[in-house]
């Protein structure tokens, strides 16, 4: 084959793999996230309302971005990497061309969907005049552009299932630093340009992300020869072979980011220095999920192309790897934030009522980001087997059991740190759930198909 690392992902030492596969995707994730936090600073400087708007968006931003990377994107990446472990090369350019398919429709949804309804939502988040005005205005833009995000996540998702993982790590890491440097300029006016406010993140973003789709564009048509990219008949075979993963893996994304938005609601009615702390809180899960993926994206290939080469032992001995990597590195990162959280919440704001509430947020819930890390890890690698069903189910689970409890808090006008103990509760569910999955039937070679 074409790609030096499907040797390597077929044969070569676990650990090796998942280092040479994952940390390029770490970094680029992880300067991705210092690109989220730049958003944060420099909005920072703007005041708290400007921090609400933010922290009101930030979650339908995330969930575009879990869709586009982790569900529909993964199962691109499943489906392309188990035809190419077959060496069904055919196969795998149909599954290019139908993921740039879904990709175009995906978009347009997003796009609709916040040009006619963005008020609306946002109403029924606790929103109310500034607040409610900027958020509309910063959808409006970011969501009206949405094609670009869209193309940059699935153009990735297809460069990662021929094995090569290093050129999309690129275009997300150089794409993330012209971006800090964009929204600082955009949202303060630096150098000389317009000072935009609250909308200068968004602006920064689309430009970064449509250098990163010209980048990607031209290594596809023009750097590797495994695929050969073209226009292909429409199959519902190969459509369902992706959505299978993408489809399933759409209500996953949907209930995480669900249940940050609802529980936004849900905090929004103890006001908006509580809106603005547990934004600022919430907003390191909702970061550590790209950073997961960084690691995710090479199970998700990995697993994928073992599982097309009939080789089920390696790929869950892949998975358990990955998911204990994850579990002890995002761990790590909670139990830093829970004992030190001054060390995450001062680079944001110096409110000192948004730090209370931001505080009991971090002290609470970060000791358990461990099981977010493990299940999250363990999702992604999941996607490889095409076999997603359980899975969705821990995910439907943990939505509802946050929730509910988090509503009988409400109704019962409890304190907001009963909240916070509810998501608590919601990531060890994650972390637990998905590790069963993994010791089931879909797991074992004469299940897969």
Sequence with gaps: MANKNIHLILDGPIVLMLWKLGVPNIIAWLAWTLSAFSDAYFVGFLGTESLAVIALVFPFQMLMLMMAGGA???GVTSSIGRAIGQRDFKKAESSCWHSIIICFFMSLLYSFTFFFFSREIFLFMGASNVVLEGAVLYSNIFFGFSILIWLVNILSAIIRGLGDILTPAKAITLGSIFQIFFSGIFTLGFLGFPKFGVIGPSIAILICHLGMVIYLLYHLLNIQTVIKIKIKQFSLKIFNDIMKVGGLGLLNSITIALTVAIVTGYVGKYGSSALAGYG???????????????LGAALTASVSINIGSKQIDRARKITWVG????????????????VFPKMW???FSIDPNV????????????PFFCFFGLGQALYF????????LKPITVGIVRFLSVIILGYFVIYNKGPIDYIFYAVSLGLIITGLGMSICLLGSEWKENKIN
């Excluded at 690698?381 to 997603?388: F, N, R």
Aim: aromatic share 8%; no cysteine; charged share 5%.
């Design 323 to 338: 998911g204990g990597v994850s579990f002890l590195l995002i761990g790590l990162i909670g139990l830093i934030v829970s």
């Design 381 to 388: 690698a999941s996607q490889g087997t095409g076999k997603m």
């Design 355 to 366: 730090y209370n509430y931001a505080n009991d947020y971090l002290i609470i819930v970060g």
């Design 345 to 347: 919440i001062n680079n």
């Design 72 to 74: 529909i994107g993964g």
């Design 280 to 294: 600022l809180g919430s907003r390191l899960e909702l970061i550590l999920t790209p950073i997961i993926f960084g």
